[in-house]
């Protein structure tokens, strides 16, 4: 079935450690989205990406990186999580062209002690 | 870049009752104006969407609809349900000539809560 699948859902690690959250989708979209959100609040684009090899920041500054090595996979780094980094990550893919809906993955509900 | 605006934060509706959420945004070139609703726990869903060539789209109790003059847009939920509860958000963009989606815009959310 085609969908957009995150892990881990839910990750609890230390201050200073590097983490990596995982993204792939099979829905054959081109475009993905990183987004972050406080449960509840506001949706805060912190990357995204229209293709293989093209990665752009988005609205809110972010001390992450996130590579797109290939289409399905849109992997995002924290070299250094600190506990400001506590937030839901969610991973957001859509099609290149026609449809315009983006479809959001279950998340990843990070804590940084 | 495009800036989106959402009221309310929270609203508090009976069953039965319609809910009004209402944005506006600052980019005139936007011209893709979608709808998501989050349900507590669970990742945001589109529920109704509207390009900048139409005023209205309606889908069942759901409508939307779009002043591209004044740069504001809303959603409209009549007979409301205890399954409306939920966070929605609005967004804007510019599609581009042959579709597909690109980098959304998000309001800040609005919590609606229907009572019994």
């Known amino acids: 079935e085609a969908d957009i699948y995150q892990t881990p859902r839910y990750l609890v690690i230390g201050t200073g450690k590097k983490i990596t959250l995982e993204c792939s989708q099979t829905?054959?979209?081109?475009?993905m989205y990183w987004y972050q959100q406080d449960p509840g609040m506001e949706l805060h684009l912190i990357h995204y990406?229209?293709?293989?090899?093209?990665?752009e920041k988005g609205d809110l500054s972010s001390e992450s990186t996130v590579s797109r090595i290939r289409t399905e996979h849109f992997p995002l780094t924290l070299e250094s999580a600190r506990p400001s980094h506590t937030s839901q990550y969610l991973c957001a893919s859509s099609a290149g062209t026609g449809g315009n809906e983006q479809f959001f993955g279950p998340g990843t509900r990070l804590t940084v002690l | 870049g495009e800036n989106v605006e959402q009221h309310p934060s929270t609203l508090s509706v009976q069953e039965g009752d319609s809910a009004v959420i209402k944005c506006t945004y600052s980019d005139s070139a936007s011209n893709y104006f979608p709808w998501y609703k989050q349900e507590l726990g669970k990742r945001p869903q589109l529920i109704i969407d509207?390009?900048?060539?139409?005023g209205e789209k309606k889908d069942q109790r759901i409508a939307v609809t779009l002043n591209k003059t004044a740069k504001h847009f809303s959603l409209h939920i009549t007979e409301t349900q205890p399954e409306d509860s939920a966070v929605y958000f609005c967004a804007a963009t510019l599609r581009g000539l042959t579709g597909g989606g690109n980098k959304l815009t998000f309001g800040t959310g609005t919590q609606l809560k229907v009572e019994l």
């Open positions: 829905m054959g979209h081109d475009k």
């Open positions: 509207i390009r900048s060539n139409v």
């Open positions: 990406s229209y293709g293989v090899n093209s990665t």
